[in-house]
């Protein structure tokens, strides 16, 4: 199958040859590395780790491995067990540690998995550290403890309880509000750890849980990624249930994406744009996601005065400038929301609280919500070129092309057109141009797609 080292982290397929896929060799070699690169930056040995996993399959074998080679290292482990991407995000600096090692390949199917990389804030390493973790890695640069000096090991079981009373304790979540409200949400946890993180904090919060798919055994009853195709068992049981909305979580618990009352999308855009319009109604700021996210988010800001930003595609651009913006909200268009004020990492547990406040201060229903904001459609298509051609010259002259429009050049090139956008960019693998749009028709973002692709064959 395939190994992905990259700056962000390592992830692969189970079994398999070494260097090829993702084996215990190779977990082992990276969790050292990373130590290594900690022990190193902190110029100490005795450092303290969190890790967590979600529930996939492969997750324990994985855990064992990760913790015996910190130990190894000297490196003092508190193992959180079945976790969620935000909550090892949050319990980093609540304990003080100086990082953090989430186990988990997000959305990718169950044959997968990843060492994704904390730093003492919990917060993603930046390509600078991740560059070096993979020199290390590859020149085999550790030194392990001698006996007396190896790892302890902590295990720890309320860190779930530690992220719902931070959330709680949030001015923004008016818990009061929702209780009376008294929801009705049907959860579809795809079998991974937000069955077990999400019902205690909407349990709190005065809702009724109806469980889909929340035994954490890590058998996906369904392709993980929240997307509209995968998701007509939870649509079709909103409506039986007759429940106010559904809200669906990807395995490591960072992406949210909510169905309505009547069983349709509330569109994975649009979880930020909602969250986004209950904050900067009462607090005027910015709002930041990246150049391939909606612009309905541009909109809504605009109609509470408040600034919109784009930043590069990554978790990591888009945390980098909202701390440059000092932003109220930001995130992904992937239902990914990253609130500040709790910490710098897509939470789907925060965003659940925040639109939950939102929909029951409002006092309307979620498909009456999202009737009020602005219709747009994405379309995504590419274009496959042949291998001597140069992307970076291909692109160049798209934007001189639309010299006349407002282009931005941060991350490929994006062309904000007056009541569209396309966003040209080059994959890192193969001779692609991925082409994303956005305009207020499905029809209208697909013919600015083939439009585009007809432009760049022109250039070639």
Known sequence: MSLIKSISGIRGTIGGKVNDNLTPVDVVKFTAAFGTLLQRSHNRKDLTLVIGRDARISGAMVNSLVTATLQGLGIHVVDLGLSTTPTVEVMVPELQAQGGIILTASHNPKQWNALKLLNAKGEFINADEGAKVLKIAEEEDFEFAEVDDLGKYEGREDAFDIHIQKILALPMVDAQAVQARKYKVVLDAVNSTGGISLPPLLEKLGCEVIKLYCEPNGQFPHNPEPLKEHLTDICELVIKEKADLGIVVDPDVDRLALIDENGEMFGEEYTLVAVADYLLKHTQGVAVSNLSSSRALRDVAMTHDSQYFASAVGEVNVV?????????IGGEGNGGIIYPDLHYGRDSLVGAALFLTHLAKEGKTVSELRAGYPAYFMGKKKIELTPGIDVD????????????????VVDGVKIDFKENWVHLRKSNTEPIIRIYTEAKSQEEADRLGDEMIAKIKTLI
């Open 393 to 408: 010259a291909l692109l160049t002259k798209m934007e001189k092309e639309y010299q006349n429009e407002e282009v931005s």
């Open 320 to 328: 980098n400038l909202m701390k440059e913006k000092n932003a109220v």
